[in-house]
């Protein structure tokens, strides 16, 4: 599985100062950036200070809010020196995102109030890409980034939006920048940073498609798991998500999530939605977990954290549960967690939970 890290962040300032050094002796402060009601000069500004604040976020685990901190450029500072301050601040968030353990997570306010290093070196990159094709448009120079990136930050920051044949394309399509055949202009956008649930032993962790995408196929999806880990019904789970990705019916809060092991970053299994409520309210739960992690309570602790959270959202009344006859120890687990039986056939029971 490719990371999105510190590399990728410098991958990004790079071809973000390739293209702006060939128009220095262009007019920057007059002109403006593309689409945006913004100069060329202020744009470029502003890629430094998104860039600075996203690594002041990080590397000081900010948790309730954003750090008071942003950046301007000198008045006095020329077209050589913007570049070079997005090169400075490029080089703060790589070192952050770099530094920060996995399971480090700040605050940043949409959708879910945070983001880990993964999300955070996307949204910078994010920011680089899509302003440089802002100051580049303006100015009337070419510019295309290097498509890993693109597909990089459509698989971690943008799993709502349906992957197009052209990353780059597809990423300002997503971004109300250009048009793709087949599909209506975007007016309004956001990305989405995954969800995290705190359980009282565990983190449950959303998992994007770049991570479902590796899980598929037989990789860790990011994670450390326990011994006999990753379960094979969470790397079919895994593989559904990539379905509902490709297809563009995917809900990131309505997929899958990874239960992590607080004591030691591990993770012990797989637990999520097997798609989003319906017209009733009505979402379907289902987990596993790695056999070595059984017999500890982690199912039971886990699906009540699930199940409060969602049926917390406005959009759910009731979840339910298929569980096999012969599968005693699931039972257990929604029983414990407050479902009820409400239903059966020759080979399962239904269980469901009201809000």
Request: net charge negative; hydrophobic share 40%.
């Amino acid at each position: 599985m490719r990371t999105m890290g510190g590399e990728q962040v410098t991958e990004a300032v790079a071809s973000c100062a390739a293209v702006l050094r060939t128009a220095l002796d262009q007019d920057w402060e007059s002109v403006r950036a593309g689409r945006l009601e913004w100069s060329c000069r202020r744009t470029a500004g502003h890629i430094a200070s998104d860039l600075v604040v996203y690594a002041g976020q990080l590397a000081g685990r900010a948790q309730d809010a954003y750090l008071p901190l942003e950046i301007t450029l000198d008045e006095e500072a020329d077209n050589r020196e913007a570049v070079r301050s997005i090169e400075l601040t490029g080089a703060l968030l790589a070192a952050a995102v770099a530094t920060a353990p996995r399971e480090a997570r700040a605050f940043h306010p949409f959708p879910f109030r945070s983001a880990n290093r993964e999300g955070f070196a996307a949204m910078g990159i994010t920011e680089v890409l899509l302003h440089t094709h802002d100051i580049a448009e303006g100015l009337g120079l070419p510019y295309e980034p290097p498509a890993e990136l693109c597909e990089g930050v459509l698989t971690r920051i943008f799993p709502h939006v349906r992957p197009g044949p052209d990353h780059w394309r597809t990423l300002l399509w997503a971004t109300g920048r250009g048009e793709l055949p087949g599909r209506a202009p975007v007016a309004g956008w956001h990305w989405t940073n995954n969800a995290v649930i705190p359980a009282e032993r565990l983190t449950l962790e959303g998992v994007t498609p770049a991570a479902a995408t590796d899980l598929a196929v037989g990789g860790t999806g990011g994670f450390e798991w326990v011994d006999g880990g990753p379960f094979e019904s969470t790397r079919d789970a895994a593989g559904a998500l990539v379905k509902a990705y490709r297809s563009g019916t995917h809900r990131p809060e309505w997929g899958m999530f990874v239960l992590v092991r607080s004591e030691d970053g591990r993770a012990v299994g797989g637990m999520g939605f097997h798609g989003a409520p319906d017209e009733e309210g009505k979402a379907e739960v289902g987990y596993d977990l790695a056999v070595r992690a059984r017999g500890h309570g982690y199912a039971t602790e886990a699906l009540r954290a699930l199940s409060g959270w969602a049926l917390a959202r406005g959009d759910v009344r009731t979840l339910t549960a298929i569980v096999e006859r012969a599968n005693l120890p699931s039972q257990a687990v929604v029983s414990r967690a407050g479902f009820t039986r409400v239903g059966e056939d020759e080979e399962t029971f239904a269980y469901a939970l009201n809000g």
